[in-house]
């Protein structure tokens, strides 16, 4: 499994998708999933740049990796997105259900990602909206990092100000390098 993480705007979805399908990868959005199947009341809170519940989000991740065919063969793209997510998913680990994931950390800064999602326009790209999902990073997904360097489970810092290409290019050398 790899794991992509990274602030809203960081190129998540795109560098995931390409990724996915460079490595044969099952590519899984808990973002795509909420948008096409959550409650109105969900979508609201999404809309608004709020987090969901970490007992819904484990939920659905569960009922997901339950269906797919290898675990190890998936790349993830917006889970986990707080320390109850990524503990649950190194519960998984230690239970057996999959090998330690590669987590990689796409690393830009607010400033750059404010011009992209501006440009973008999804429901959730009002600079409210983009504000609240700004906070939320730090206070709840940005804790991860530390969580996992405490745990001794290595985060790949990918520069994610460089054109797509350059990314993706990035993210294939990373690879590449912990391979050898
Ligand atoms: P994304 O497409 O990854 O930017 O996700 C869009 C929105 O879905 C987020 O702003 C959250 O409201 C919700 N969401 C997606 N993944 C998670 C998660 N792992 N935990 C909590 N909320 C999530």
């Known amino acids: 499994?790899?794991?992509v993480m990274g602030i809203v705007g960081s190129g998540k979805g795109t560098q995931g998708k390409w990724l996915a399908e460079d490595h044969k990868l099952v590519y899984v959005s808990t973002g795509d999933i909420l948008r096409?199947?959550?409650?109105?009341e969900q979508q609201e809170r999404m809309a608004a740049g709020g987090l969901l519940d970490?007992?819904?989000?484990?939920?659905m991740v569960d009922a997901v990796m339950k269906e797919l065919p290898n675990v190890n063969a998936s790349l993830f793209d917006g889970f986990p997105r707080s320390l109850a997510q990524t503990?649950?998913?190194?519960?998984?680990?230690?239970?057996?259900?999959?090998?330690m994931p590669v987590f990689l950390h796409l690393n830009v800064s607010k400033d750059e990602v404010k011009k992209r999602l501006l440009l973008r326009g999804r429901n959730d790209d009002t600079p409210e909206a983009i504000e609240k999902r700004f906070e939320l990073y730090?206070?709840?997904?940005?804790?991860?990092?530390?969580?996992?360097?405490?745990?001794?489970?290595?985060?790949?810092?990918?520069?994610?100000?460089?054109?797509?290409?350059?990314?993706?290019?990035?993210?294939?050398?990373?690879?590449?390098?912990?391979?050898?």
Not at 149 to 156: L, T
């Open 36 to 40: 096409e199947h959550a409650s109105q």
């Open 138 to 180: 730090d206070a709840v997904t940005d804790p991860i990092f530390d969580y996992l360097k405490s745990n001794n489970v290595p985060v790949y810092d990918i520069n994610a100000a460089q054109t797509p290409d350059e990314v993706h290019q990035s993210i294939i050398d990373c690879l590449n390098a912990i391979k050898e």
């Open 54 to 59: 970490d007992k819904e989000i484990i939920a």
């Open 1 to 3: 499994m790899i794991v």
């Open 87 to 99: 503990e649950w998913l190194l519960d998984q680990v230690k239970a057996g259900r999959l090998t």
